[in-house]
C-alpha cells in the first residue's frame, strides 16, 4: 500500500511538473528569427537548444541557419528598397536634366540658326548632354535594385517559411502525454513533453 501511494505521489508530481514544462515552453511563437514563450518572455539560445532536441527532426544548427537565411533576406530587402529608391531619384534628376538641357538646346539653337543663316556662316551646334551619364547610373541602380528586392523577397518568404515551419512543428509535438505500457527499456510509465 504504501508502494502504491508513492508510486501515485511521484506520478502526480511528474504530471504537474509535465504541465508547467508543458505550459511554458508548448505555445511558443516567433517575432522575426527570435522565439518568445506563451508567456511573452524571449527564449534564449540554450532554452531554444534544449528545445528544438527534444522533438525529432528539428535541431538547434537548423533553427541558426534559417535565422540567418530570414535576416539576409530581410536585409537584402531593406538594402535593395533603398538602392532603388536612390536609383529613381537619380534617374528622375537625370530626366530633368536632360529634358532642360534639351529645351535650352533647342532655345539656343533657334536663336542662332537665324542668325547664323543671316550671316552666311554653318554653325557648329554639338549637343553633348552632361545628365546623360546621371540617367544612366539612375537607370542602372534602379535596375540593380529591382533584381535585389526580387531576390531578397524569395530568400525572405522561403526562411520565414522554414521558421513557422520549426516552429509549427514544435508545437503540434510539445503537449504533454503520459502512457503506460511497452516503452523503448521495457514495461513502465513514460512521460513525454
Request: hydrophobic share 45%.
Amino acid at each position: 500500500m504504501k508502494r502504491l501511494v508513492l508510486i501515485l505521489a511521484f506520478a502526480a508530481i511528474a504530471i504537474t511538473n509535465a504541465c508547467q514544462a508543458d505550459a511554458q515552453y508548448n505555445d511558443i511563437y516567433r517575432k522575426g528569427a527570435r522565439l518568445y514563450s506563451s508567456d511573452g518572455t524571449r527564449l534564449s539560445p540554450e532554452q531554444i537548444s534544449a528545445i528544438f532536441q527534444s522533438t525529432d527532426g528539428l535541431s538547434y544548427r537548423d533553427w541558426v541557419k534559417n535565422s540567418r537565411g530570414f535576416r539576409a533576406g530581410k536585409g537584402l530587402l531593406i538594402a535593395s528598397g533603398s538602392l532603388t529608391g536612390a536609383g529613381l531619384v537619380t534617374l528622375g534628376v537625370g530626366a530633368v536634366g536632360l529634358a532642360v538641357e534639351g529645351i535650352a538646346f533647342g532655345i539656343g539653337a533657334g536663336m542662332v540658326a537665324p542668325i547664323a543663316a543671316a550671316t552666311g556662316e554653318t554653325p557648329e551646334i554639338t549637343y553633348d548632354s552632361k545628365f546623360r551619364g546621371v540617367a544612366i547610373a539612375g537607370l542602372v541602380m534602379s535596375a540593380t535594385g529591382m533584381a535585389g528586392l526580387i531576390t531578397g523577397a524569395t530568400v525572405y518568404c522561403v526562411y520565414r517559411k522554414r521558421l513557422n515551419g520549426m516552429v509549427d512543428t514544435y508545437n503540434e509535438t510539445a503537449a504533454a502525454s503520459l502512457s503506460f505500457g511497452m516503452q523503448r527499456n521495457g514495461v513502465g510509465l513514460s512521460l513525454n513533453f
